[in-house]
Structure formats: structure tokens, C-alpha cells
């Protein structure tokens, strides 16, 4: 009469080994207001909607740098990154988060979309040009942020640093966009995918332009740091801003733990990229930009061995 129960506590157990057997990716991103948190929601719920043994949970962080620093203490498994980020933190210099210590346990998962620099001010301001930010105002980007990195770039590309602004102010995405919105900066760098629904929201409100870079500069930034690329914003991807504008962009990719074993990364590639049509679903940057051949060109940082698995399974890689 009491099988029924010794099964129910036989049964218990084998669920509790397995949810013990299955890996837990926590994601990193980026600010609630960017692309990153969603593409990496959508990503999560691919993963946990695949019943393969792997769950996976999407974070809300700082970004870029944050993401590296938490992979390297464990603290994330997964994230999202900026490409030249990976680049310098694997290479342990151009920052100074990194400098002289070199991020070695990172890998790279996959290349995804253009991560593009905007300069993004309030109208009234009169500021047409990056030349016309000495003196004024300027959200610089968060404390350790790949924007922040981006905007020293562009302002060394013109001869200019931090110094020549008249208030450099580091905050996130939603807080400088609130400062724009509120008269309490004239400008704010942002480095993200087409169509970030902070600048979308902040132009619902506020009327804004998106200042150029000019070609010869973003040239000269190549030059230098050789993941820039130039691409064209275009007219009206943001209300009342009907021209299109020419500026410099990096790649967004996903990064991995080395430490996360490549059954794992493997799975959850099959889940996601594998699945090719949900994954460009998840955003619109994903529909437009990315490509598997895409995913493994120019990247800055090793393959994980479980994404190589999957690429040379599809064909992508020999």
C-alpha cells in the first residue's frame, strides 16, 4: 500500500538530479532603454522554451565593460558586448578597467548587428557638428560603458578629450536621456543598435538632431581602431530627423564563459541561431543585420568550442 509513495519520493528525486544536471546561464545585457536587454530576453526565452537541459536568465547591467568584469569573476556566464570592448579586454589594454590585465577567459558566441554611435542633441543647443560640443553640456556615457570608450574616440579623432567639454556627465541611457529631456544637458553620446527605443521615446518629447561624423574622421578612428565602420543612419528612423546621417559604428556580439562547457554553448546555439527564424524575430536589428556567415567574421576574441561545433555543423566554418 505505501509503493505509491516510495515511487512519489523516487520520482522527486530524479526531478531534483535533473534540475540539478541542468546549466544556469545568467545573461548579462545592458540598460532596460537600449537593445541589448531585449535581444537578450529574447534569446533567454528561446533557450528556456528549448527544454535542453539549459536555463537561462536575462540581466539588466552597465554594459560592456560590466559584462567582461562579471564574466571574469563568474558572476555572468553569457552576455552582450560591444566588439572592440572584447578586444581590449581580452588584449588587457585601451582601457583602463584592463589595462595590464587581460581578460583571457572570455569567447566569442557570435557577431551580430552594427552597434551605432549616436550623437544625439537638443535642437535648441545650435550644436551641428562634434566640433560645436567644446564648452557644452555632454552625457559621455555610464561609468565604464563601451560608449564611454566610443566617445573618447570620436572626440580624440577631432583633436578633443573630456577636458574641452564643459561638463562631462556619466550616466545611463534612461538617466541621460531624462537630462536631455529636462534642459540639464545639451548632448548625449549613445552607442547602440537602430531604432533604441530610449532615443525613440526622448524624440517623442524633445525635439532632437543626430550630429555627423565626418567621413575623413571616421577614417582616421579606423585608422587607429580598426573595428570602427562608417554606416548611415537613416532618415526617420527617430521622429523629426528626416535626413539621413553618416557615423561610425562597432559591432555588438555575444560572448561566452570559456569556463562554460561547450555541450552547453552548443545547445543553446541550436536553440537559438538554429533556429534561425524565431532568432531574427527577436529584434528588428537582428531581421536586418545578421547573417550566420556574418556571425564568425572579424571577431575579436576565440570561439567558444561549442559554437565552433555548431558553425562546423552548418556548414559555416570548415
Do not use: C
Not at 559584462?67 to 572592440?84: C, F, H, R
Not at 587607429?224 to 535626413?243: A, L
Amino acid at each position: 500500500m505505501r509503493r505509491p509513495a516510495v515511487l512519489g519520493i523516487i520520482g522527486a528525486a530524479v526531478l531534483t538530479a535533473s534540475a540539478l544536471a541542468a546549466d544556469f546561464i545568467t545573461f548579462g545585457s545592458g540598460s532596460t532603454t537600449g537593445v541589448y536587454f531585449p535581444v537578450a530576453t529574447g534569446i533567454s526565452k528561446l533557450i528556456n522554451d528549448a527544454n535542453i537541459d539549459v536555463r537561462a536568465n536575462a540581466r539588466s547591467t552597465g554594459g560592456s565593460v560590466f559584462n567582461i568584469t562579471a564574466i571574469a569573476s563568474g558572476e555572468l556566464q553569457m552576455a552582450l558586448v560591444q566588439n572592440d570592448i572584447a578586444y581590449f579586454a581580452y588584449n588587457g589594454t585601451g582601457i583602463a578597467a584592463f589595462d595590464g590585465k587581460p581578460v583571457k577567459s572570455i569567447r566569442s558566441v557570435a557577431v551580430l548587428y552594427p552597434e551605432v554611435i549616436h550623437v544625439v542633441t537638443r535642437r535648441d543647443s545650435k550644436i551641428t557638428s562634434i566640433g560645436d560640443l567644446k564648452g557644452k553640456r555632454v552625457i559621455v556615457g555610464d561609468v565604464g560603458s563601451g560608449t564611454e570608450q566610443n566617445t573618447r574616440h570620436v572626440l580624440e579623432a577631432y583633436g578633443m578629450s573630456f577636458s574641452d567639454l564643459g561638463q562631462t556627465i556619466r550616466a545611463s541611457a534612461s538617466a541621460g536621456i531624462t537630462q536631455l529631456q529636462e534642459g540639464k544637458a545639451d548632448a548625449m553620446f549613445y552607442t547602440v543598435g537602430l531604432g533604441a527605443s530610449a532615443i525613440q521615446n526622448l524624440a517623442l518629447t524633445t525635439q532632437v538632431n543626430l550630429v555627423p561624423i565626418d567621413p575623413d574622421k571616421i577614417k582616421a578612428m579606423q585608422k587607429k581602431y580598426p573595428f570602427y565602420d562608417q554606416v548611415v543612419v537613416p532618415g526617420n528612423t527617430y521622429k523629426g530627423e528626416s535626413v539621413s546621417t553618416i557615423t561610425a559604428a562597432v559591432k555588438s556580439m555575444w560572448v561566452a564563459a570559456e569556463s562554460l562547457s561547450a555541450d552547453a554553448v552548443y545547445k543553446v546555439l541550436k536553440a537559438t541561431i538554429g533556429n534561425e527564424k524565431a532568432f531574427k524575430e527577436i529584434h528588428p536589428n537582428l531581421a536586418r543585420y545578421f547573417t550566420t556567415k556574418g556571425a564568425v567574421r572579424g571577431l575579436p576574441v576565440p570561439l567558444h568550442p561549442g559554437a565552433e561545433r555548431f558553425y562546423k555543423e552548418i556548414g559555416v566554418l570548415k
